[in-house]
DNA sequence: AATGAATGAGTTTTCATTCAT
DNA sequence: GATGAATGAAAACTCATTCAT
C-alpha cells in the first residue's frame, strides 16, 4: 500500500512534468530529457515507471480527461436543477485548472495524438457522447422537444470547443469571465426561443 | 518566369507532399523522408527547395491560410448582399477542399506549430482578426447595433471553429452540410433576436 | 545495377568488419559503434544497410554458412572418387579461410545465437544434414551397408566438429594439418574395418 | 560456519538461476534483472553476494567445471579396470545431469566467455589437459604405444565434444545413451586396431 | 540482510542535413 | 537540377550498480 502510493504519486508527478514540459517546449519537440528535468529527475526513472515515452503521453492525456470528468461530476452533482446544470457544465470547461495555459496546450497536443491513437481517440469519443447527452438532457428537461433538445446541445457543445479553441490560439486574449457569459447566454436564447416557437 | 515557374510548382507539389504525409503520419512522427516519398524524390531535393523540415512546414501552414483566404475572397465577392456575405464566409470554411481528411489534419498540426512559432501565429491573428471584421460587419448591416454585432460574430466564428474541431477529432461523424446549415440558423436567429429586442 | 553492386559491397564489407568485430570484443559485448569503427564509417551508416544489429548479425551468421558452403562446393566439385570427396568434406571444414580466428570465433557466436533464432537454427539443421549425408554417401560408396556408413558419417562428423571446437578453446594449440590427418586417418579407418568385418 | 554456510547457499543458489537464466535469455541479453528474478530476489542481493555480473558468471563458469570434476572423480573411483576408467570418462560427459538443456546452454556460454577471460580460460585448459592424460592413461594401461594412446585420446576427446556440439546445436536429436554407445565402441575399435597392428 | 528507488553511462536507433557525383 | 551516400547529433531506452531505508 504506501508502495502503491509511492508509485502513483510518482507517476502523477511525472504525468504533470509532462504537461509541463509539452507547454513549454510543445510536443514535436518534447523529449523525455525535457520530462526529466521538469521533474528534477534522471530520464531513466520516467522509463523505470511509465514504461516508454508513449505510455506516459497516453497517461498524461487520460489523466486531463480525468480531472475534467472529476470537476464536471463535481459540479453537476452541486447543480439544484436543469438549468443550474447546463451552466454547471459550461463552467466546467473553463476552470481556472482547465484554462491553466499549460493544461490547455496539453489539451491540444491530446487532440493531435488522439488521430494516431485508437485508444485515445475512443476516449475522446465517449467524453464527446457524455456530454452531448447530458446536455441534451439538460435542454429537453426546459420542456424542449428532443430533436431541438439535441440540436440546441450540439450548438452549445461546437460553442465550448470554439471558445476554447481561441483560447488555445490567441492566448491571453480569450477571457473566460465572457466566455462563460456569451455561452450561458446562448443556453437561454436556446431555451427561450424554443419556448416562443412553442407558443406560437 | 519558366524557371521561377518551376521552383514554385516544385514547392507547391513538396508542401502538398507534406500535408499529405502530415496526414498519414501525424507531425508529431512526421520525417523529412516521409515527404520526400509522399513527392516521389529524395529528400534532398526538398532541402534543395525548401532549405529545411521548418521552412517547408511554414510554407505549408502558408499555403492552408491561403487557400482558404482565395476561397473567401472570391465567394465573398459573388455575394449579392449582407446576409449573402455572412453565408458565404460559413461555406467557406466548410468547402470540400476545406474538409479534405489531409487538409484537416494539416490545420490541426498547424495550430499545434502556431504556439511555436511567432511568424505562424501572426498569421493566424490576422486571419482571426479578418474574419471577426467580416462577421461583424456582415452582422452591423443588419441593422444591429455593433456592440451586439460582435458578440454575435464573436459566436458565429466560435461555432465554425467548434464544428471544425468536431470534425478533427470525430472524423466522419461531422456532416458537413449539417454543420453549414446550424450555422446558418445561427446566423439568422442572431439577427432576428437583435430586431426583436431592437423594437421591444 | 551499379547501385547494387555497390549495395551489395557495402553490406559485405560490414559483415567482414562484423566478423572482426566479434573476434575483438566478442558478441557479448559487441556493439555497433565497434562494427561501425572496424568498417570506417559512421554507425548511421550500418543501420542505413542493414537495418539493425539483429539484421547485421544474421547477414554475418548467412555469410558465414554460404562461405563454408562454397568452398564445400567447390572442392566436391574437383574430387574424383568417393575416397576424394570424404577427403574434399573434411578439409574444407580446416581450410585456412575457416580457421582463421576471427572466424572461427564467428562461428562460435553463430551456435550462440543460433539458439535463439528460428531461422539460423534452420540454417544450422540443413547444413548439418546435408553434411551428414554427404559423408554417408561417400562411405556408402565404399561397400558399406547403410546403417554402418550413417554411424562412420555420424562419428565423422563428430570429430570434425570436436577439433574445430578444440581449435576455438585452445587457439593456436591446434594443428589443422594435424587434425585433417587424424580425420582422414579415422576416415581409412572406418572403411578398412567395415570391409574387414564384412568379409568375416 | 552457519553464516558461511548461508552465503555459500545464497550465491550456489544464484549460480543456478544464472545458468537457468542464460538458457532462457541467451548470455548475450543476459540481465541482472532475469537473473534476480528467476532467483526471486532484488538484483541488488546478488551484488551483496557476488559483487558484478562478471563475479556471478565467473562462478557460474568454475560452478560448470567443478560439477563435472566431482562427477568425473567419483565415477573414476569406483571404476575397476583401466578399460572401465575409459567408460567411466565417456559417461561423465553424458550424465543427465550434464545434458540438462540449461547445463548445456551454460557450456556454450562459458565457451563463449572463456574465449575473452584469461581465468576461465586457463581453467579449461586445465580441464582439458587433465582429460587428455587421463585417457592417454587409460589407453596406454592397454599395452598402447604412447603415442599410439595419446593419438586415441585425442581423437576420443574429440568425439566427446563433437557429439557434445551436436547436443548443443540440435538440441533433442541427440539421444545420449547413442552418443555413449559410438563412443565406447570407437574406444574398443581404437585398443583392437592397436593390439591388431601390434601383432602383426 | 534485503529491497527497490534512483542514477548515469552506454547502446541502439533515427533523422535532418550536407555533399560528391 | 537531382540523387542517395554519408554523417553526426540527439533521441529513446537499457542496465549494472549504488544507496537509503
Redesign the pocket.
Known amino acids: 500500500m504506501p508502495?502503491m502510493g509511492?508509485?502513483a504519486a510518482?507517476k502523477r508527478a511525472f504525468v504533470e512534468a509532462a504537461i509541463a514540459s509539452i507547454h513549454k517546449k510543445g510536443i514535436v519537440?518534447?523529449?523525455?530529457?525535457?520530462?526529466?528535468r521538469e521533474a528534477?529527475?534522471?530520464?531513466?526513472?520516467?522509463?523505470?515507471?511509465l514504461?516508454?515515452?508513449?505510455?506516459?503521453l497516453h497517461a498524461t492525456m487520460r489523466h486531463l480527461l480525468h480531472e475534467l470528468q472529476q470537476i464536471l461530476k463535481h459540479r453537476l452533482s452541486r447543480a439544484k436543477n436543469p438549468h443550474k446544470r447546463l451552466e454547471a457544465i459550461i463552467e466546467s470547461n473553463f476552470t481556472s485548472e482547465q484554462m491553466r495555459p499549460e493544461v490547455v496546450s496539453a489539451w491540444l497536443a491530446f487532440y493531435v495524438q488522439a488521430q494516431r491513437s485508437d485508444s485515445l481517440s475512443h476516449l475522446l469519443h465517449i467524453y464527446s457522447r457524455r456530454l452531448q447527452s447530458n446536455l441534451t438532457a439538460g435542454f429537453a428537461a426546459h420542456d424542449m422537444p428532443l430533436a431541438r433538445a439535441r440540436i440546441a446541445a450540439e450548438s452549445t457543445a461546437a460553442l465550448i470547443d470554439g471558445f476554447w479553441l481561441k483560447a488555445v490560439l490567441v492566448e491571453g486574449v480569450m477571457n473566460h469571465k465572457h466566455a462563460v457569459k456569451v455561452l450561458k447566454r446562448h443556453v437561454a436564447q436556446q431555451i427561450e426561443e424554443a419556448s416562443a416557437t412553442g407558443i406560437a
Do not use: E, F, N, P
Not at 528534477?40 to 515507471?49: E, Q
Open positions: 508502495k509511492q508509485a510518482r519537440a518534447l523529449t523525455m530529457a525535457d520530462v526529466a528534477g529527475v534522471s530520464a531513466g526513472l520516467i522509463h523505470h515507471y514504461g516508454s515515452k508513449d505510455q506516459l
